[in-house]
T-cell receptor, first 112, second 114 residues
Framework: DGGITQSPKYLFRKEGQNVTLSCEQN?????MYWYRQDPGQGLRLIYY???????QKGDIAEGYSVSREKKESFPLTVTSAQKNPTAFYLC???????????FGDGTRLSIL | AQSVAQPEDQVNVAEGNPLTVKCTYS??????LFWYVQYPNRGLQFLLK??????LVKGSYGFEAEFNKSQTSFHLKKPSALVSDSALYFC????????????FGSGTRLQVQP
């Protein structure tokens, strides 16, 4: 089955630590996205990539970094500079303009 | 800038009654509009979309939505609610140019009582 796989499902970060969230898709989609979900705020865009080896900042990129070395992979690193990282992180991909984005099942990040 | 408003944090409806979840949007350009549903600790599932064409859009699980350009609205509807429809619903918009990323509303929790 085609889809998006996010891992791990739950992640804990210690103070001063960087953590990386994995996102892999086998849908052959060009575009990939990272969103952050906080209660009552909907989803906010962190980073997006419309093609391999290229990515752009979204609305809340500070304290995060990404890479897009392969079409199927778009990992997100939450750095120690992100002072409030506790949230539910969702990865998505999209094929073309007329199609909806497909979402993974998310990673819940908490502070130890 | 584009934005989406979902004015109701929660909608309560009895099983078998019709339901409406409201959404209004603001964009510069032609809007692409989407509804998604989210169950606890899961990702978002696509319900329906409006790109162009008929203003009444039919989607998954008996849901439909009506695009109203003059009122900039895209309300989600279902003629007869089920208890299993209870979930968090998100409206989202993007335009046909630029970064192609979605702007989401804050979400509406739908509670269907048996």
């Amino acid at each position: 089955d085609g889809g998006i796989t996010q891992s791990p499902k739950y992640l804990f970060r210690k103070e001063g630590q960087n953590v990386t969230l994995s996102c892999e898709q086998n849908l052959n989609h060009d575009a990939m996205y990272w969103y952050r979900q906080d209660p009552g705020q909907g989803l906010r865009l962190i980073y997006y990539s419309q093609i391999v080896n290229d990515f752009q900042k979204g609305d809340i990129a500070e304290g995060y970094s990404v890479s897009r070395e392969k079409k199927e992979s778009f990992p997100l690193t939450v750095t120690s500079a992100q002072k409030n990282p506790t949230a539910f992180y969702l990865c998505a991909s999209m094929d073309s303009d007329n199609q909806p984005q497909h979402f993974g099942d998310g990673t819940r990040l908490s502070i130890l | 800038a584009q934005s989406v408003a979902q004015p109701e944090d929660q909608v309560n409806v009895a099983e078998g009654n019709p339901l409406t979840v409201k959404c209004t949007y603001s964009v510069s350009g032609n809007p692409y509009l989407f509804w998604y549903v989210q169950y606890p600790n899961r990702g978002l599932q696509f319900l329906l979309k409006y790109i162009t064409g008929d203003n009444l859009v039919k989607g998954s699980y008996g849901f439909e939505a009506e695009f109203n350009k003059s009122q900039t609205s895209f309300h989600l509807k279902k003629p007869s609610a089920l208890v299993s429809d209870s979930a968090l619903y998100f409206c989202a918009v993007r335009v046909d140019t630029g970064r192609r990323a979605l702007t989401f509303g804050s979400g509406t929790r739908l509670q269907v009582q048996p």
